[in-house]
């Protein structure tokens, strides 16, 4: 069984007061030298550590004071300020990430649709459009047997003439 150089927490030797193995006792205060070696601690010894810890540890008395007081109260009223501050940044950034989202989502459609791009669309669904319309008005034309103005048209659907480049004037596209 070999011995530790720390003993165990609750040990026999925690109590033990230090001797150096070179050194032996110089009074003889009744203490055998084989108990010494030993965990078991003299009793003379241990008494007095207790005295000594009794006298240097007085337990401490707690005393409220209002300034203690008032001191527990700014540190309470600094945490609900901390917080409601927090809760404002996390606002904010929640703000700050949708119009970031907001922003992406328009640069991708600018990247996607160029001006160039988007001119020559614009021509083609004209066209279409018109087309559209042209062939609405014969089919009228034919259910109704009568003659129908594309101005008619244009103002029962609610289209503004000038988006599908029609001369109200003429009754044309131009």
Same mark, same amino acid.
């Given at each position: 069984?070999? !011995?530790?150089?720390?003993? %165990? ?5 925690? +109590?033990?007061?230090?001797? *150096? ?8 205060? @009744? &203490?055998?030298?084989?108990?010494? *070696?030993?965990?078991? $601690?003299?009793?003379? !010894? ?6 000594? =810890? ?9 005393? &409220? +004071? ?12 600094? @945490?609900?300020? =901390?917080? &409601? ?7 904010? &950034? ?14 991708? =459609? ?6 160039? +791009? ?7 669904? $004209? ?8 062939? =609405? ?13 594309? %101005?008619? !048209?244009?103002?029962?659907?609610? !289209? @503004?003439?000038?988006?599908?480049? %029609? *001369? ?7």
């Amino acid at each position: 069984m070999s !011995i530790s150089a720390k003993p %165990f927490k609750n040990g026999k030797g925690v +109590n033990k007061p230090f001797r *150096s193995p070179f050194n032996t006792p110089q009074s003889n205060n @009744n &203490i055998n030298i084989s108990k010494l *070696s030993t965990y078991e $601690t003299p009793s003379k !010894i241990s008494v007095a550590k207790r005295l000594i =810890y009794q006298k240097t540890s007085s337990p401490k008395k707690l005393c &409220i +004071n209002k300034e203690n007081n008032s001191k527990q109260t700014e540190i309470e009223v600094k @945490n609900k300020l =901390y917080q &409601i501050d927090l809760e404002l940044l996390k606002k904010k &950034i929640q703000e700050k990430e949708e119009s970031i989202k907001i922003l992406k989502t328009t640069l991708s =459609y600018k990247k996607k649709n160029k001006a160039e +791009n988007l001119e020559s669309v614009i021509k083609k669904w $004209t066209t279409c459009c018109q087309n559209a319309l042209i062939d =609405y008005q014969k089919c009228l034309q034919e259910k109704n047997d009568q003659p129908v103005k594309l %101005f008619e !048209i244009l103002s029962s659907f609610n !289209i @503004n003439p000038d988006i599908v480049c %029609f *001369s109200i004037d003429d009754d044309i596209f131009y």
